[in-house]
C-alpha cells in the first residue's frame, strides 16, 4: 500500500507499539519471526501487560502488523532507499 | 532518515467513538479477536483502491455490529442475518458503490442462511466477507450452526453431538455449488500465511466487485478466544488442529476471469410516471385546509366488520382516503384470515383532526356490521351513544344495546337491486356520511375512483353512495 514516508530519528527499520492501544493477546509476540517483541511488565490504562519493541532485531517484514487485531496499536518503519 | 510507515489504514476513522472517554483509538473487540484482523485487511484493501468513499458497509447482528464505528465508510446495522437482503436493494440503487456485507456464522449461518442463500443464487453483484469462529460470540458462546461436532458451548456442555445437533454447516462449500457466484474461497486468520492469502482474498473479492464481476464470498475462520475460553496463541492452533479438518482452506469457485460483467442502465422516473404507476393520474391538487372543519370535526374510531368479500376492508379504504384528501389525520387497519372470500374480516379506520397513535379501535364509536357474527363479535365494543350501523339484509337479528344509536338499513338488497351485491359498502357509506353529516357525502366521488380498481365499476359505485343517501333521508329523516 502507498505508505506514509516521515523523517525518524531512529534505527531503520523498526517498530512500535502503541501502548495505551495493545490489549495484550500476544499475537504479534508469536508471530515475530525474529522474537523481537516482547511484554513489558507494566499495565496500560487498559489494564494489560502491553507489547513492545525489544529495541533491536527488527526486519521490517510487517508481519505483527498484520496478525495485530487492533487497527492502530503497531506501526512498523522501514528503510527507504534515498 | 526517511522511513516508510506500515499503520492504520486510512479508511478507517481517526478515533473510534464507541467507548468513549480516553478509549477513543480502540475497539471492542476482545482480546487476540479476528474481527479486527479482517477490519486492516478490507480498510486497507478500501484505502489502497481508493474506494472507501464509495464503499458502503454493512453491519450485522453480532459481535462486528458496531463495525460502523471503524469504517469511515458508507455504513448501515441491519436486522440479524439480513444484511445480503439489504446489500442487494443498495447494490441495485448505487450500481456504483461498493457493497459489503459482513457477517458472522450465527448472522448468516443460522437466522440469514436463506438470505445469503437466495443472494448467492441471484448472483448480486456484492462482496460478502463471512466471519466464521465456531459460536455465537456476542451473547456469550452458545452454539452456532458452524459449532464442531464435539465442540463445547454454553448450548452444547458436554460437546455438539450430531443425533441431537445435526453436523457444522459448511457455507463456502454449499455456495459454491449455486451457478452464479463468481468467486467462493475460505480462509483463515491464524498466522501470517494465512493472514496473507486472506488479504488477498479480500483483495480479489472487492476487485471482483469493482469490475462488476458479480456475487464474492470469502469465509474467514476466525478466533474467538474469549468464547473458546483459551488464548489467542492457542485459539489460533485450536483452529489449525480442530477447525481446517473439517472446514478446509481452499479456493471452492472461481469464474472470475470468464464471468460476463453485470451492465447497468440509469432508470429514473418522471413524477407523472409514478402517479400512473400508482394509478394516481387524476389525483388533483392538494384540498385548501378547512380550519374550522378540523376543529370541529368528531374524531371517528370506526370498526367494519362482516364477511370476507363484502367489500369490508376496501370501504375502510375509501373511507380512510376521502378523509386523507379533506386534511384529516386517518389510519387503516386491516384484519383477516387467510380466505379471500367467505372468511371474517374487518377493519379499524380512524378519522380525526388529532395526531393518531395506536390505529387498533378496540371501543368503536361507528360500527358497521355486514353480517350476523360481526354484530356478535363487537355489539358490545362500541362505546355509549355510539352509532351501530346493520345490514339488515343478512344480519337476522336486532342490537340488543340499548345505550347506543342503531340504524338499520338492507345495504345488501339495495345494492343487488344495482346489480352489484359487492358494492353494499358504498351504499353503507352514502348512508353513514348523511346520517352523521360529518362530512358531505359527495366528497366520496373523488375518491372513489382513487381506490376502485375496476374502473368500470366506478359509476355504479357512485350510485350505490346516492341510494344508501336516499335510504336515510326516507328512513331516518332528520327535522
Known sequence: MPQEIIEVAFELPSMEVVSYLCKGCGLCVTHCPQKCIE????????GYKYAQYKGEGCTGCGICFYCCPEPGAIKVYKKVRE | MKASVLQKPKAFYDKFERKGGSQLETTHYCPGCGHGILHKLIAEALADFDMADRTILISPVGCSVFAYYYFDTGNIQVAHGRAPAVATGLKRVHHNGIVISYQG????????????????????????????????????GQMAPTTLVGQKTTTSPYGRKPENEGYPIR??????????????ERTALIDFKTINRTKRAVRKALQNQI???????????????????MTPPDSQKWIEQNMIPYFPLKVFKDISD??????????????????????????????????SFLENFPTQNMKIAGFGGQGVLSAGVVMAACAMNENLEVSWIPSYGPEMRGGTANC?????????????????????????????AFEDDVVKDGLIIVNSS?????????????????L????????????????????????????????????????????????????????????????????
Open chain 2, 105 to 140: 456464522d450465527g448472522d448468516l449461518a443460522a437466522i440469514g442462511g436463506d438470505e445469503i442463500l437466495q443472494a448467492a443464487n441471484r448472483g448480486e453483484n456484492i462482496t460478502v466477507f463471512f466471519v466464521n469462529n465456531a459460536i455465537y460470540g456476542m451473547t456469550g
Open chain 2, 394 to 410: 343478512i344480519v337476522d337479528r336486532e342490537v340488543k344495546r340499548k345505550d347506543v344509536d342503531v340504524i338499520y338499513i338492507p
Open chain 2, 348 to 376: 379499524s379506520v380512524i378519522l380525526s383532526h388529532h395526531r393518531i397513535g395506536s390505529p387498533l379501535t378496540t371501543n368503536p364509536n361507528v360500527l358497521i356490521v355486514m353480517n350476523t357474527p360481526s354484530l356478535d
Open chain 2, 171 to 184: 457455507m463456502s462449500e454449499i455456495i459454491a455449488t449455486l451457478e452464479a457466484p463468481v468467486y467462493v
Open chain 1, 39 to 46: 511484554f513489558s511488565d507494566q499495565f496500560n490504562e487498559l
Open chain 2, 211 to 229: 469490475e462488476n464481476k458479480g456475487f464474492s464470498f470469502i469465509e474467514v475462520l476466525s478466533p474467538c478466544p474469549t468464547g473458546w475460553k
Open chain 2, 258 to 291: 470468464s464471468a460476463t460483467p453485470f451492465t447497468y442502465t440509469d432508470r429514473t422516473y418522471s413524477d407523472s410516471e409514478v402517479l400512473n404507476i400508482l394509478g394516481l393520474s387524476q389525483l388533483g391538487e392538494r384540498k385548501k385546509v378547512d380550519q
Open chain 2, 412 to 479: 345488501t338488497e339495495i345494492a343487488s337491486r344495482l346489480g352489484v351485491v359487492a358494492a353494499a359498502n358504498m351504499v353503507c357509506l352514502g348512508a353513514y356520511l348523511e346520517y352523521t353529516k360529518i362530512m358531505d357525502y359527495k366528497l366520496l366521488y373523488d375518491t372513489i375512483p382513487i381506490a376502485l380498481k375496476k374502473k368500470s365499476l366506478i359509476d355504479l359505485n357512485i350510485k350505490a353512495v346516492d341510494e344508501g343517501v336516499k335510504y336515510i333521508r326516507e328512513h331516518y329523516p332528520r327535522s
